[in-house]
């Protein structure tokens, strides 16, 4: 059996796009706790955190989580998952976690490249580039502590991913 994969980490550090990429190189299925929850509920993040405020979004966000995990999944979550002792401890337990680790400055200028609003609106009502490093200065403990591996997620696409896969077959052969 294979252990679901989870990738965490800020907003911007590539969890989307990395799942979907190590989707198809391990013929294991992607899923991406955003976009399930949005789906269940019809609403963007946006809408659902104006609608129920960001409790009602974290709230959602545990129960995407349980309902994707399953062996040879990648989970790709999204940034703020880490901020629950449940989910991080359901995370640990259930599979390998995977912390893509990005400095602000990285963040940033991808978020400001691909801000895509509607899933994520402000969290502190502050600039992105303020934003940023406030919220992760926040949650960077988290993450470490949630995670099995480290990665390097400010390296090229391709880079991450090989990264990734020896995190993996180390984790398969211990
Ligand atoms: N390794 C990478 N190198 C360059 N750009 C990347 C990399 N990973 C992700 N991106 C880009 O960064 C943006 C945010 O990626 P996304 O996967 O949505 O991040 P997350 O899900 O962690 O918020 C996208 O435009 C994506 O194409
Ligand atoms: O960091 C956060 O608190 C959030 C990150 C977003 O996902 P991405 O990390 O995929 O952008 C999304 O879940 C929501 O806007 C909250
Ligand atoms: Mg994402």
């Not at 198809?24 to 963007?44: G, K, N, P, S």
């Not at 995370?91 to 390998?96: L, P, S, Y």
């Amino acid at each position: 059996m294979t252990l679901p994969i989870f990738l965490i980490g800020a907003r911007g550090c590539g969890k989307t796009t990395v799942g979907h990429a190590l989707s198809q190189l391990h013929v294991c299925q992607f899923v991406d706790t955003d976009h399930w929850l949005q789906e269940q509920a019809q609403m963007t993040v946006a809408q659902l955190v104006s609608k129920e405020g960001w409790q009602g979004f974290r709230a959602r966000e545990t129960e995407a989580l349980e309902a994707v995990t399953a062996p040879a999944r990648v989970v790709a979550t999204g940034g703020g998952i880490i901020l629950s002792e449940y989910n991080r401890k359901f995370m640990r337990e259930q599979g390998v976690v995977i912390y893509l680790s990005a400095p602000v400055s990285v963040l940033v200028d991808r978020l400001e490249a691909y801000p895509k609003e509607s899933q994520r609106p402000t969290l502190t009502g502050k600039p992105v580039r303020e934003e940023v490093g406030e919220i992760l200065a926040g949650r960077e403990a988290l993450y470490r502590e949630a995670a099995h591996h480290v990665v390097n997620a400010a390296q090229d696409l391709d880079l991450v991913i090989a990264e990734i896969q020896t995190a993996l077959r180390l984790a398969r052969a211990s």
